[in-house]
């Protein structure tokens, strides 16, 4: 028999896991709501963002948390460089160009980092690393608490970005029809780059808290993307909220399959759980209409 | 396609032929002979994901026809069924996972139907992976047609997988002439109008999801056969991007994209294996990744429509 405590553990890490897929995944899906591209290399985003935290923190010795505007930066500047040397080129194209696009993309990431800091799996040193809370009777590490916290922060400045701010005002308008907000004086090229380099910050934070809880590798991009897509189509397409709440869902049924089954079957439970929202309800947890 | 078009086609086929044909008399080298036989073989992949993409619906899990293919046979033969039944098994087995994954997908579209797709071939992973009778993740391997211990030269293999490849370009002209390939195409252009018109959009949807499963299951028949032990590895995403891949560089709906993609998707994959750079997989990889990017951008339609663009223009098509 395995004990409560175990369970409620491992739900725990769900949680935490889902918090970096919310990051992922809110990004991912703002893109495709504004640009209605499907950027398959947004997940070496998070990979770069990690890799910029791990190498500045063991280089300089410091907190790696003070390096995550740096990440974030890094992370958003080649989001950026995606968009104009890439997807803007080709907007309105066929689909599968644009998602050949991004595993060149990828690839050349991807290698690159193979090439400056090797295959091995790494962790961002942290020096909160032994330190635990007890909530409740449980050990909560210092370190998953900061995720949280940050993921929570992150997301509620996004929001409110998206919601009351002009910009967020004006993305919203192309995301509804690009030609009217053409008309009416948006810049639409302007717009995009800008969802570009948000949704490439929050990856860039993603990035630095998942480097801290849990390890990178260069080859992690292409599992992550693929992983914001499950969740936002299952969420629903568009929806920030369905993207959240679909995040933690399938971050916790990958802890519980990975505990349960082992660690060949955490993609599989979450596109079993996908499929399964395919056929019950084809728009998504949250998605409106069909 | 024209009398005129259909005519050209079938020469340059024809002249294709009789000069691989008697290529192996000429190029011994075994390592050569491989590469062709891997070109002829991602040819008819390509072509059976090429088949799909005709009604316009978009895989990126092909991989999981072709790995049902494989292990079908594989299967089949270690339960102790005859050879030939056993390869017969393996499109059946496909062709009806196709109707499965066509009856949960018809509504889907686009990038939904990708990734539904692509999570169908990553699921099959694990459940191979762990299954005892298939040998877990190590594999199983696959007996050769011709009893214990008998294996075909490699010439053989060349000869065989090029009738193969010719078979199945014959078969896709013909199936793309009849009723079934007018609908596909009405459909892939506009599926709302297509069903204005009469046709029955869900019914041809899911017969070109079965023949495309079919024969993506029939090559992974051969292609076990030829490589002689089968892994959950065959699930990967590597396998179902390849045919995509090649139908981008090649070109879509024409049937020469899949043979010309994967000839230069092969040749380039091989040819960058001799430069000698530091990292050598890595480098490769960086100056794949580039190409793609470059090509995507600048050569939109494929290499087939550029290479035969010329005798569109005189073909008054």
Same mark, same amino acid.
């Given at each position: 028999?395995?004990?409560?405590?175990?369970?409620?553990? *491992?739900?725990?890490?769900?949680?935490? @896991?889902?918090?970096?897929?919310?990051?992922?995944?809110?990004?991912?899906? @703002?893109?495709?709501?504004? %640009?209605?591209?499907?950027?398959?290399?947004?997940?070496?985003?998070?990979?770069?963002?990690?890799?910029?935290?791990?190498?500045?923190?063991?280089?300089?010795?410091?907190?790696?948390?003070?390096?995550?505007?740096?990440?974030?930066?890094?992370?958003?500047?080649?989001?950026?460089?995606?968009?104009?040397?890439?997807?803007?080129?080709?907007?309105?194209?066929?689909?599968?160009?644009?998602?050949?696009?991004?595993?060149?993309?990828?690839?050349?990431?991807?290698?690159?980092?193979?090439?400056?800091?090797?295959?091995?799996?790494?962790?961002?040193? $942290?020096?909160?690393?032994?330190?635990?809370?007890?909530?409740?009777?449980?050990?909560?590490? *210092?370190?998953?608490?900061?995720?949280?916290? =940050?993921?929570?922060?992150?997301? @509620?400045?996004?929001?409110?970005?998206?919601?009351? %701010?002009?910009?967020?005002?004006?993305?919203?308008?192309? $995301?509804?029809?690009?030609?009217?907000?053409?008309?009416?004086?948006?810049?639409?090229?302007?717009?995009?780059?800008?969802?570009?380099?948000?949704?490439?910050?929050?990856?860039?934070?993603?990035?630095?808290?998942? =480097?801290?809880?849990?390890?990178?590798?260069?080859?992690?991009?292409?599992?992550? %993307?693929?992983?914001?897509? %499950?969740?936002?189509?299952?969420?629903?397409?568009? $929806?920030?909220?369905?993207?959240?709440?679909?995040?933690?869902?399938?971050?916790?049924?990958?802890?519980?399959?990975?505990?349960?089954?082992?660690?060949?079957?955490?993609?599989? *439970?979450?596109?079993?759980?996908?499929?399964?929202?395919?056929?019950?309800?084809?728009?998504?947890?949250?998605?409106?209409?069909? | 396609?024209?009398?005129?078009?259909?005519?050209?086609?079938?020469?340059?086929?024809?002249?294709?032929?009789?000069?691989?044909?008697?290529?192996?008399?000429?190029?011994?080298?075994?390592?050569?002979?491989?590469?062709?036989?891997?070109?002829?073989?991602?040819?008819?992949?390509?072509?059976?994901?090429?088949?799909?993409?005709?009604?316009? !619906?978009?895989?990126?899990?092909?991989?999981?026809?072709?790995?049902?293919?494989?292990?079908?046979?594989?299967?089949?033969?270690?339960?102790?069924?005859?050879?030939?039944?056993? +390869?017969?098994?393996?499109?059946?087995?496909?062709?009806?996972?196709?109707?499965?994954?066509?009856?949960?997908? +018809?509504?889907?579209?686009?990038?939904?139907?990708?990734?539904?797709?692509?999570?169908?071939?990553?699921?099959?992973?694990?459940?191979?992976?762990?299954?005892?009778?298939?040998?877990?993740?190590?594999?199983?391997?696959?007996?050769?047609?011709?009893?214990?211990?008998?294996?075909?030269?490699? !010439?053989?293999?060349?000869?065989?997988?090029?009738? /193969?490849?010719?078979?199945?370009? +014959?078969?896709?002209?013909?199936?793309?002439?009849?009723?079934?390939?007018?609908?596909?195409?009405?459909?892939? !252009?506009?599926?709302?109008?297509?069903?204005?018109?009469?046709?029955?959009?869900?019914?041809?949807?899911?017969?070109?999801?079965?023949?495309?499963? /079919? /024969?993506?299951?029939?090559?992974?028949?051969?292609?076990? !056969?030829?490589?002689?032990?089968?892994?959950?590895?065959?699930?990967?995403?590597?396998?179902?991007?390849?045919?995509?891949?090649?139908?981008?560089?090649?070109?879509?709906?024409?049937?020469?994209?899949?043979?010309?993609?994967?000839?230069?998707?092969?040749?380039?994959?091989?040819?960058?294996?001799?430069?000698?750079?530091?990292?050598?997989?890595?480098?490769?990889?960086?100056?794949?990744? /580039?190409?793609?990017?470059?090509?995507?951008?600048?050569?939109?339609?494929?290499?087939?429509?550029?290479?035969?663009?010329?005798?569109?223009?005189?073909?008054?098509?």
């Amino acid at each position: 028999m395995i004990g409560g405590s175990i369970i409620i553990q *491992v739900l725990v890490w769900g949680i935490i @896991l889902g918090c970096i897929y919310a990051l992922a995944a809110s990004g991912f899906s @703002l893109i495709f709501g504004v %640009t209605k591209v499907i950027n398959l290399a947004h997940g070496e985003l998070i990979m770069i963002g990690g890799y910029v935290s791990f190498w500045l923190a063991v280089l300089t010795g410091l907190n790696p948390y003070l390096f995550i505007p740096l990440a974030v930066a890094v992370s958003s500047v080649i989001s950026i460089v995606f968009y104009s040397l890439g997807f803007h080129k080709i907007m309105g194209a066929e689909k599968l160009r644009e998602a050949f696009l991004a595993i060149g993309f990828t690839y050349v990431i991807e290698n690159m980092a193979v090439l400056m800091w090797k295959e091995d799996t790494r962790v961002v040193p $942290s020096p909160y690393r032994q330190q635990f809370i007890v909530v409740g009777g449980f050990n909560l590490g *210092v370190d998953q608490l900061i995720t949280i916290a =940050g993921t929570a922060i992150v997301l @509620l400045a996004f929001f409110f970005f998206i919601m009351k %701010t002009k910009w967020g005002k004006m993305a919203r308008a192309v $995301s509804q029809n690009r030609e009217a907000a053409m008309m009416i004086g948006v810049n639409v090229v302007r717009i995009d780059m800008l969802t570009f380099a948000v949704s490439g910050a929050m990856a860039g934070v993603g990035g630095a808290l998942l =480097g801290v809880i849990l390890y990178l590798n260069p080859y992690m991009g292409l599992g992550l %993307t693929i992983m914001a897509f %499950t969740i936002v189509v299952f969420g629903g397409m568009g $929806s920030i909220l369905g993207a959240v709440v679909g995040a933690i869902i399938l971050g916790i049924a990958q802890q519980y399959a990975v505990f349960f089954l082992g660690g060949e079957w955490s993609y599989a *439970v979450a596109f079993a759980l996908l499929i399964l929202i395919l056929v019950l309800r084809p728009q998504g947890l949250f998605g409106g209409g069909g | 396609m024209n009398s005129r078009l259909l005519k050209a086609n079938v020469a340059g086929v024809l002249i294709l032929a009789l000069i691989l044909a008697f290529l192996p008399l000429v190029v011994k080298d075994p390592y050569i002979l491989h590469i062709f036989v891997m070109i002829f073989f991602y040819a008819v992949y390509a072509l059976s994901w090429n088949f799909l993409a005709l009604s316009g !619906q978009l895989s990126l899990g092909h991989a999981a026809f072709l790995g049902l293919g494989c292990y079908t046979t594989a299967l089949a033969v270690k339960m102790g069924f005859p050879l030939g039944v056993a +390869v017969a098994f393996a499109p059946l087995i496909a062709g009806l996972a196709g109707l499965f994954l066509g009856v949960i997908c +018809v509504r889907l579209r686009e990038w939904f139907l990708a990734l539904a797709t692509l999570a169908f071939s990553i699921i099959l992973e694990p459940i191979f992976g762990s299954w005892e009778f298939a040998g877990r993740r190590g594999g199983i391997p696959v007996p050769s047609f011709f009893g214990p211990g008998k294996y075909l030269f490699i !010439q053989e293999y060349y000869l065989f997988f090029a009738f /193969f490849l010719a078979s199945s370009i +014959v078969l896709y002209w013909l199936l793309k002439g009849t009723r079934l390939g007018v609908a596909f195409s009405a459909i892939r !252009q506009n599926e709302f109008e297509a069903e204005l018109s009469g046709i029955n959009t869900v019914r041809y949807k899911l017969i070109c999801f079965i023949i495309s499963a /079919f /024969f993506a299951g029939l090559a992974g028949a051969f292609y076990a !056969q030829y490589v002689g032990r089968i892994t959950p590895k065959i699930f990967s995403l590597d396998y179902s991007l390849m045919p995509a891949l090649i139908a981008i560089v090649g070109g879509c709906y024409v049937s020469w994209g899949p043979i010309i993609g994967s000839a230069i998707i092969m040749v380039l994959f091989e040819g960058l294996k001799m430069v000698p750079l530091y990292g050598m997989s890595v480098a490769r990889m960086i100056i794949i990744g /580039f190409l793609l990017i470059l090509f995507v951008i600048f050569a939109p339609r494929g290499l087939a429509p550029i290479i035969s663009r010329p005798r569109f223009r005189r073909g008054k098509t």
